[in-house]
C-alpha cells in the first residue's frame, strides 16, 4: 500500500510507503506493535497483536520482543513498561491520556482510600502508575466481575476509577462497593434517547455495550463486554447488525471478522465526533513511524513505583487465568 504524507520534509520524505518502512524497523528493532482496538484502522493493519486492556497486558507480559511499540494511550504503555522493565516501550504521541484515568489524581485518591480504612482496593486498569500503587488488585472491563467474585463476602471493597463499570460490577455480584465518582468522557456521550430511537430504525438490531457506558443506556443492550467480548459475541451471534456502544474504532475489526454483517456506531448526544476517543486518536501512522525511527517517545518510571505497581498488576493476571 502506498501512503501520501502531508508535507513534513523536516522529519519525513514526501512520500513514503509507511507500512513497508514501519515492516522494516520491525525487524531492525525486533519490535512487537500492540494496538488497542479504538485505534484509527492503519495503525490496526499494522499491530501484530490488536486486543482489549486484559489481552494487551497479556500480550506485553510475554513478548519476546526487545522494543514494544503501544498504539494505545498512556496508561496501556505504562502498564507494559510495569510488566516489562527491560524492554523499550514506546508511544507514538506523549500525549494521548485518558479522561478516565486523569479523573483520579493520586493525592484526592490517597484522602478518599483514608476515609475507608480496611477496605480493599479494587482498581480498572485506566489508570495512573500512581493509583495502581495504592491498589490491592487491578482488574479489566473483562475480568472485573470475575475479580470482585473471588473476593471474601465480608470483605469491603473500594473500586476506581470507574463509576459506571463499578455500578455494573455491583449489579453483576450483587456486592456493595464504596466507588471512586470518575468516568470516561466518551461512554458518558451516549445518548439514551438517541440509541431508543435508533433501535427503533433497526428493530432486528442487537445492542452491545461497552460497561463504561452509563447505567441508563446499559439497561438497553442485549449484551454488554470488554472491547474483545463485545468482538466476539457480534462474530458468534446469529444477528446480522449490531448497534454498538462503545468507540467506534472497534467497528474496523468487526467488520473483518464478520464480513457481510452490518454495524451501526450508537450516536452521541451532540452532533459531534465525541464518541471518538480524542486521546486514543492522537497516535497517527506518520507518529508511529516516526517513534520507531527515533525511538521515542519511551516510557520511563522510577523502578519503586513500578515495583509498587506490579504487585496489583500481578495479582490480576493470576486471578484471570
Ligand atoms: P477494554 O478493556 O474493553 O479494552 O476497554 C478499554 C477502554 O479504554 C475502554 O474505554
Ligand atoms: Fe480513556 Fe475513555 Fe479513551 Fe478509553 S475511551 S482511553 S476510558 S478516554
Known amino acids: 500500500m502506498f501512503t501520501t504524507l502531508s508535507p513534513s520534509p523536516a522529519v519525513l520524505p514526501g512520500r513514503l510507503d509507511l507500512f513497508e518502512a514501519i515492516e ?5 528493532l525486533n519490535a512487537v506493535i500492540l494496538a488497542h482496538y479504538y485505534q484509527n484502522p492503519d ?3 499494522v499491530a501484530d497483536y490488536i486486543g482489549d486492556s486484559l489481552g494487551l497486558s497479556r500480550q506485553a507480559a510475554e513478548t519476546n520482543a526487545d522494543v514494544i511499540v503501544f498504539a494505545g494511550v498512556h496508561f496501556m504503555a505504562e502498564t507494559a513498561k510495569i510488566l516489562n522493565p527491560t524492554k523499550q516501550v514506546l508511544l507514538p504521541d506523549l500525549e494521548a491520556g485518558c479522561s478516565l484515568a486523569d479523573s483520579c489524581p493520586p493525592d484526592a485518591f490517597a484522602a478518599f482510600k483514608a476515609q475507608y480504612p480496611g477496605h480493599l482496593v479494587i482498581s480498572y486498569i485506566n489508570c495512573t502508575a500512581q493509583i495502581k500503587a495504592m491498589s490491592d ?6 475480568n472485573a466481575v470475575k475479580i470482585v467474585q473471588q473476593i471474601p463476602a465480608d470483605q469491603p471493597i ?4 470507574d463509576q459506571n463499570l463499578g455500578r455494573y460490577v455491583m449489579e453483576q455480584t450483587g456486592r456493595d462497593l464504596v466507588l471512586w465518582p470518575g468516568s470516561c468522557m466518551v461512554h458518558e456521550t451516549f445518548s439514551e434517547k438517541k440509541l431508543v430511537q435508533l433501535q427503533m430504525e433497526y428493530p432486528d438490531a442487537e445492542i452491545i455495550a461497552h460497561p463504561e457506558c452509563e447505567s441508563a443506556v446499559l439497561r438497553h443492550a442485549h449484551y454488554i463486554g470488554s472491547t474483545t467480548a463485545l468482538l466476539n459475541y457480534a462474530q458468534a451471534s446469529p444477528k446480522q447488525q449490531f448497534i454498538v456502544v462503545t468507540e467506534p474504532g472497534i467497528i474496523h475489526q468487526m467488520e473483518k471478522d464478520a464480513p457481510g454483517k452490518r454495524f451501526i456506531p450508537a450516536p452521541p448526544m451532540a452532533s459531534c465526533a465525541c464518541n471518538e476517543c480524542p486521546h486514543m486518536r492522537l497516535n497517527t501512522l ?6 520507531m ?4 517517545p519511551e516510557i520511563t518510571l522510577p523502578e519503586d513505583l513500578r515495583q509498587a505497581a506490579l504487585t496489583p498488576m500481578q495479582r490480576m493476571l ?4
Request: charged share 30%; with cysteine; glycine share 0%.
Open 293 to 296: 525511527k527515533n525511538r521515542q
Open 137 to 142: 488488585i487491578i482488574c479489566t472491563s473483562s
Open 158 to 161: 473500594i473500586f476506581a476509577p
Open 24 to 28: 522494516d524497523l520491525k525487524k531492525e
Open 43 to 45: 495503525i490496526q493493519d
Open 286 to 291: 506518520e507518529k508511529l513511524y516516526l517513534a
Open 318 to 321: 493470576a486471578m484471570s487465568v
